[in-house]
């Protein structure tokens, strides 16, 4: 089990007390003593799982601005496409769909970067990301895939992810 | 100014909520079951905060930000039980 | 009124997509496809519908924890449902669901054979 470390336990806290003050919208002062309370046990039992490197590097101004140009731009214009694509299938009678599960390579070092690629991927209709291995320094991920228009390798994870792996480079590496 | 759209769309949502209990009824596996739960669950939290701002009351926003925090737990445990690693 | 007009599109945007998933939910022809088709209700569903909401709270009743309320609905619904996704798709296929006319691509069952 990996040891506690005091700016995991203080970032883990911040964001609990952000959680807190949000849903109860509220600020006099016993609420938010309570708040930091209850924040401080989830911190010192919760850090260990949730930060494993260095704890504050969204800090660095050129990763922030990558993580909001990925979240207000790239993702919202993939799921649209997408939704606009699924639905054209939901309405058109459900059979114009040829359903298969492709491996891809994903070029992506840290470990954050590829879950948020795996959620990403699972998150845009028409793809579901199943299963994540590593073989020889690759990584592969398993995709169903609603309409398999390319065999594995290259050419599926440009139409999957193509966009997606860029804004995710951006803030992760 | 109150709109009527807001229980409109609302009574909409839960209907269209109702309708998918019939995969939950019907699915062939327990994974077509776990997903129209789920997606019927979402489906009445949207109707809930939409009926919630049309009546002016605060406390069925609070339960539907319970029902979307939860929505995940019951997905994730017929999952893992699928797997076999539960 | 203007705002009324936005309100009514976002939310007209929202049900329509509501009503794709839930029709590809009930017609779709095999799981994997219904789990597909239910992620267009957790996107831009919730999403379209939320906006509105989120309009409505910000401009019509002018109250502040409403809207941070309703944002958190939404972060949450984003942030939790693909890992539930995940799963349920691993775990059906672990559990020997397969289509009933076969997959033409199929690395996964390839790879793992079983």
């Known amino acids: 089990m990996p040891k506690t470390k005091i700016p995991a336990v203080i970032a883990t806290f911040i964001l609990c007390m952000a959680f807190w003050v949000l849903i109860t919208w509220n600020f006099s002062s016993q609420e938010l003593l309570a708040g930091a309370v209850v924040s401080l046990a989830a911190a010192l039992f919760s850090a260990r799982f949730m930060i494993h490197g260095k704890a504050f590097w969204l800090l660095n101004p050129a990763k922030l601005f990558g993580l909001i140009y990925y979240v207000l731009i790239v993702f919202p214009v993939e799921l649209v496409k997408a939704n606009v694509d699924m639905a054209k299938r939901c309405f058109g009678g459900c059979k114009n769909i040829n359903p298969g599960i492709v491996k891809v390579p994903v070029d992506l070092q840290s470990e954050y970067g590829q879950a948020m690629l795996a959620n990403s991927i699972t998150l845009t209709p028409g793809t579901i990301t199943m299963e994540v291995t590593e073989e020889d320094d690759q990584t592969y991920y398993y995709v169903h895939w609603i309409d398999v228009s390319a065999p594995s390798g290259k050419e599926a994870g440009d139409a999957i992810k193509g966009a997606l792996e860029k804004g995710v480079r951006r803030v992760f590496e | 100014m109150i709109m009527q759209e807001l229980l409109i769309c609302g009574v909409a949502l839960a209907m269209l909520g109702i309708i998918t209990l019939y995969r939950c009824a019907k699915g062939p596996s327990a994974a077509d079951r776990a997903v129209a739960a789920d997606s019927a669950d979402i489906l009445i939290s949207c109707a809930m905060v939409l009926f919630s701002l049309y009546s002016g009351r605060g406390v069925y926003l609070d339960i539907a930000i319970i029902s979307a925090m939860l929505g995940i737990l019951d997905t994730m445990l017929v999952g893992r039980y699928l797997e076999g690693r539960l | ?114």
């Open chain 3, 1 to 114: 009124m203007a705002i009324r007009i936005v309100i009514d599109i976002l939310m007209v945007v929202g049900l329509v997509f509501c009503l794709a998933g839930v029709k590809g939910l009930i017609k779709m022809p095999d799981t994997f496809s219904r789990m597909q088709a239910s992620t267009c209700i957790s996107t831009l569903g919730a999403i379209g519908v939320l906006l509105g909401g989120l309009l409505y709270a910000i401009f019509v009743m002018g109250s502040a924890s409403t809207a941070v309320k309703i944002v958190v609905i939404a972060l949450m619904i984003i942030v939790t449902n693909p890992i539930g996704a995940h799963s349920i798709a691993k775990g059906a296929y672990k559990a020997g669901v397969r289509p009933e006319k076969p997959m033409e691509v199929d690395d996964y069952g390839r790879d793992f054979n079983d």
